[in-house]
Each structure stands twice: as C-alpha cells, then as structure tokens.
Nanobody, 124 residues
Framework: QVQLVESGGGLVQAGGSLRLSCAASRLTFSSYRMGWFRQAPGKEREFVAT????????YYVDSVKGRFTISRDNAKNTVYLQMNSLKPEDTAVYYC?????????????????WGQGTEVTVSS
C-alpha cells in the first residue's frame, strides 16, 4: 500500500529553521499533487503548502508566505518543506499528503493519502 513517511521535525528556537521531508512509496509520485498540513494542539488540521505534480506551481497559506518553501524531487519520490524564521505559532504536527485530483490543493478532502506526521516545536 501507499506509504508517506515524514521526517525532519524537532525542537527549534524561534527564528530558527527546519527542513521537513516526506518520502513516498508505492505510488506514481510524479502524478500526484503533494501538500503539507499541520495540526496544533487543540486545533483543527490546517493547510500549509501545496505543490503541483511537476513542481511548477506552489501555493501557501498566508501565515507562512515568505518563510516556508515547498519543493519536490520526483526522481527521489520526496517532497520537502523548508521552514525558516520559525515562530512559536508554527508549533504543530506536520503531515504530508498526496492528491491525485487536479484541484487547488488547499482542502484536506482533496488528498487521497496521508503520512503519520512529524512534530515541530518552536520555543520562544
């Protein structure tokens, strides 16, 4: 079955950086839009960023624009989220997801497969 495995989370001070990775297996990776979502304690899961199958189109939630960058390497079946200038409010479990649909990619119900998540904690 399809697997999405996130890595790269951890504890970082405010202003620091982390790079999340999501390795996909058992799917035709280059045919899927990929997205990152996050869920903070006591809050609903929210959209963070998405990237088209080719990598040519990206979209971000306003709160991370200019700080986060989503990218993908189709040869490695991996999608990345580079997070800079981290803030305490970025603290959450981050999930990657894969979508076969040709949509915008900001809604969680557009995604077919999900990873287990990686925890990011930003201290003040």
């Amino acid at each position: 079955q399809v697997q999405l495995v996130e890595s790269g989370g951890g504890l970082v001070q405010a202003g620091g950086s982390l790079r999340l990775s999501c390795a996909a297996s058992r799917l035709t990776f280059s045919s899927y839009r990929m997205g990152w979502f996050r869920q903070a304690p006591g809050k609903e899961r929210e959209f963070v960023a998405t990237i088209s199958w080719s990598g040519g189109s990206t979209y971000y939630v306003d709160s991370v624009k200019g700080r986060f960058t989503i990218s993908r390497d189709n040869a490695k079946n991996t999608v990345y989220l580079q997070m800079n200038s981290l803030k305490p409010e970025d603290t959450a479990v981050y999930y990657c997801a894969a979508s076969v649909y040709n949509g915008v990619g900001v809604r969680s119900d557009e995604y077919n497969y999900w990873g287990q998540g990686t925890e990011v904690t930003v201290s003040s």
